[in-house]
Every structure is written in structure tokens, then in C-alpha cells.
């Protein structure tokens, strides 16, 4: 299958910084990346889809003044945490999806980001 | 709009034996496809298996098949002779034509027993 990096894995970082994780595909183009949140033991929120050279399309509830995503090239989408705070901390996953829009296209995910705010 | 009901939170098997993950799915959509992931301890989704609405024959991946009932709105995972490094969390997710997002539902943890 395709892979999708995220780095970094693991971040600590002090409340009021700003974190950004980055997320690749290596070997296919994206059209679509997504990002989740998890919390422990809980299934995975999708907070953002966003195509590439478009704004994202936030869910609800989802503060996109905070989580900033940018979805620069085709194989390379930011999100960035900002004035991250005690209750940001959690596990952070991106996927990407290449091809048209079809139900047949595989959502590839990323290894995930775990944040911990201080 | 899809909703997925996963009912098992947990399940343990013996390790070699057979095992078979519910998923349920509620869809209005005429196509659809539904998904299979792995979540192991390290926290990355790995993609299992995929089956269409409108394939007549049910998806196999090595150990993995699905056992779909479209009458039923049933996406059985079963994983055959299992072994420890299936131990696991295992969500079922759905997407319906024309929509880029996936559901997923609340996942099942497996344990695989020596």
C-alpha cells in the first residue's frame, strides 16, 4: 500500500507555543488529505479535510483559528496547533487519499503525532 | 449520512483459532464502500481490506476476508488462523459516492491468547 509519513512522532511543548506536525505521502500524490484526533481508547474525529491549493473544510466544533492546515503540494499538509493548551494534548493522525473522488479510494494513514501540552 | 456499530468492545481469542470482528453499517447512499483498519499500540492505522457495495464477491486479503451481507448491512472482518501480532485495535469504517469522508466506528480490541 501507499505510505504517508508524519513527523514528528512526539511532541512535548510548553502551553501557549505553537506546534506544527507535518504529514507526506511519499509515493503517490494526494488530493485530499484528512486530519483526525484521537483520544485514548476512542475511535478517530476527523477535524479537517483539505485538498490541495484550496482552504480546508473544518467539522464542527473544530476551532480553525487554532488548528491551522495548510495543504501546500500534493504530497504535503501542516496543521499546526496554535497557543496549545493542556486540553490540545492528544494523538494526531493524518490520511491521504490519491485519485478522483470515488468509493473506491483507499484512505492511507500516517504513523500519528502524539502532543502533550505542559 | 453512514453510521457504523461496531458491538464487540473486546475480544479475546486463542491464539491459531479463527476470528470474526462485527461491524454494522446504516447508509442511504445506492454505492458505498466500507474498510477495514488495524490499530496496534504504536497508534498507526494500517489498511486491511476494502469491499464495494456492488461487488458480487466478498473481499479476501491473505488472512483477512470480509464476509458481507448486504441484506444484513453486515461487514464481518474475519481474520483465519490467528496469530499474537493480531492483537489489536480494529476499526470498520464506511464512505458513501460522492463523499471524501470516512466514518468509523467505535472499534473492537483484540487479544490474541498463546
Known amino acids: 500500500g501507499a505510505v504517508v509519513s508524519q513527523h514528528p512522532s512526539r511532541v512535548i511543548c510548553k502551553s501557549g507555543t505553537s506546534v506544527k506536525i507535518e504529514c507526506r505521502s511519499l509515493?503517490?500524490?494526494?488530493?485530499?488529505m484528512f486530519w483526525y484526533r484521537q483520544f485514548p481508547k476512542q475511535s478517530l474525529m476527523l477535524m479537517a479535510t483539505?485538498?490541495?491549493?484550496?482552504?480546508?473544510?473544518?467539522e464542527q466544533g473544530v476551532e480553525k483559528d487554532k488548528f491551522l492546515i495548510n495543504h501546500a503540494s500534493l504530497t504535503l499538509s501542516t496543521l499546526t496547533v496554535t497557543s496549545a493548551h493542556p486540553e490540545d494534548s492528544s494523538f494526531y493522525i493524518c490520511?491521504?487519499?490519491?485519485?478522483?473522488?470515488?468509493?473506491?479510494?483507499?484512505?492511507?494513514f500516517g504513523p500519528g503525532t502524539r502532543l502533550t501540552v505542559l | 449520512a453512514q453510521k457504523i456499530t461496531q458491538t464487540q468492545p473486546g475480544m479475546f481469542v486463542q491464539e491459531k483459532e479463527a476470528v470474526t470482528l462485527d461491524c454494522t453499517y446504516d447508509?442511504?447512499?445506492?454505492?458505498?464502500?466500507l474498510f477495514w483498519y488495524k490499530q496496534p499500540s504504536s497508534g498507526e492505522m494500517i489498511f486491511l481490506i476494502y469491499q464495494g457495495s456492488y461487488d458480487q464477491q466478498n473481499a479476501t486479503e491473505g488472512r483477512y476476508s470480509l464476509n458481507f451481507q448486504k441484506a444484513r448491512k453486515s461487514a464481518n472482518l474475519v481474520i483465519s488462523a490467528s496469530q499474537l501480532g493480531d492483537s489489536a485495535m480494529y476499526f470498520c469504517a464506511s464512505r458513501g459516492v460522492g463523499n471524501e469522508k470516512l466514518t468509523f466506528g467505535t472499534g473492537t480490541r483484540l487479544t490474541i491468547i498463546p
Open positions: 490520511s491521504a487519499r490519491g485519485g478522483l473522488a470515488g468509493v473506491t479510494d483507499t484512505q492511507y
Open positions: 483539505s485538498n490541495e491549493g484550496s482552504k480546508a473544510t473544518y
Open positions: 447508509t442511504s447512499d445506492p454505492s458505498y464502500g
Open positions: 509515493d503517490f500524490q494526494a488530493t485530499t
